[in-house]
């Protein structure tokens, strides 16, 4: 499965850099699923219920998230502005507007002679799709399942308290299918001008970024063993 882009001109289409970019799903999966936040665009129809403003507002909200299959879920409080501008009136009926998905991984500063040649090394992922309410059970419980169990890669849902009826209430599940995605990358050394190599006043190379985590803090009421999945995590790239 890919997302090729059609033409030059759609949605998903990198215009510079085309060497950096790739459209297959294995490496659009690959990135949502090892990023811990996404960042959810959308626009707050001034239309919506409750909304103070005159005119449609573009908004950006850091997000957790999960994924099955070509589906991320988002799940948020029942009266949120999210929830209501992204959910539609339920069913399988679309919500009020569209939705962009980020998620970018930074892996480190590229330092080049000119400050216009400094850049990154990253992964990014960009998709876009139609958000759904959830509103069939299973599927609700399937999405907060992999919402939950999406930075641990382990079953933190079923080692969990069971969840009540008022948290299931007060909770709203979106789910976005991908209908495009692009993914754009960096890795590697410095792209400096010939003219600038061998400059002896201005330094020039790649300061790596490594993310980790770190030693498990239990809380000061916890009186239970820390599971092993969450032990093994102590130290593994959090990114």
Not at 89 to 117: H, M, Q, R, Y
Not at 195 to 219: S, W
Request: aromatic share 8%.
């Amino acid at each position: 499965m890919a997302f090729d882009p059609p033409n030059g001109k759609a949605l998903n289409a990198l215009r510079r850099m085309k060497d950096q970019a790739s459209y297959d799903a294995e490496s659009v999966y690959a990135i949502l699923d090892k990023g811990l936040v996404a960042h959810v665009g959308f626009t707050i129809p001034a239309s919506l219920q409750g909304s103070e403003y005159l005119e449609d507002w573009p908004c950006v909200i850091p997000m957790v998230y999960g994924r099955i299959g070509n589906s991320i879920y988002l799940h948020g409080y029942v009266s949120g502005r999210l929830m209501k501008a992204l959910a539609g009136s339920g069913g399988d009926e679309v919500g009020l507007t569209k939705a962009a998905i980020t998620v970018t991984l930074l892996d480190g500063l590229v330092i080049a002679c000119s400050p216009f040649n400094h850049s990154m090394n990253y992964r990014s992922v960009c998709v876009f799709g139609y958000p759904v309410l959830v509103s069939d059970q299973e599927e609700k419980e399937a999405a907060l399942r992999a919402i939950t169990d999406h930075a641990f890669k382990a079953d933190r849902w079923g080692t969990s308290r069971a969840t009540n009826k008022t948290e299931y209430q007060t909770t709203k599940v979106i789910r976005v299918d991908i209908e495009t995605a692009s993914v754009k990358r960096r890795s590697g050394p410095v792209n400096d001008d010939d003219a600038d190599k061998g400059n002896e006043a201005h330094f020039a190379g790649v300061l790596p970024i490594v993310t980790k985590f770190g030693a498990v803090e239990p809380a000061e009421y916890n009186v239970a063993p820390i599971p092993d999945y969450i032990k093994k995590m102590e130290g593994d790239d959090a990114q």
